[in-house]
């Protein structure tokens, strides 16, 4: 997502040198701006996501946990298992968008 916004911004940028119109300081940092609030939007809900596959992941283990009569499947290295694994990483790899 956040290499789109810059995309986007760069062939904002190269279009309006193309076309020769001239950039005033005020409406440069406006484009500057509004990239700077893009990419923190995109921060943002990377790390919503990331909460939430955090969120995902202690339920399913609670839930597997409570299927195997471990009552608490995170303090004993219930996440060591595959599928602990796999969700792990798919919670930091939601942190990271």
């Known amino acids: 997502l956040a290499s789109g916004g810059l995309l986007g911004v760069q062939s904002l940028l190269e279009g309006l040198v193309a076309g020769h119109l001239a950039l005033t300081l005020s409406q440069l940092l406006e484009v500057v701006l509004l990239t700077l609030v893009t990419l923190l939007q995109v921060v943002l809900v990377g790390l919503e996501l990331g909460y939430a596959g955090v969120e ?24 060591e298992d595959l599928l602990g694994l796999l969700l792990l990483f798919l919670a930091h790899a939601g942190a990271l968008l």
């Open 56 to 79: 995902l992941l202690d339920l399913l283990l609670e839930v597997v946990g409570q299927e195997t009569g471990d009552v608490d499947a995170t303090a004993d290295g219930g996440q």
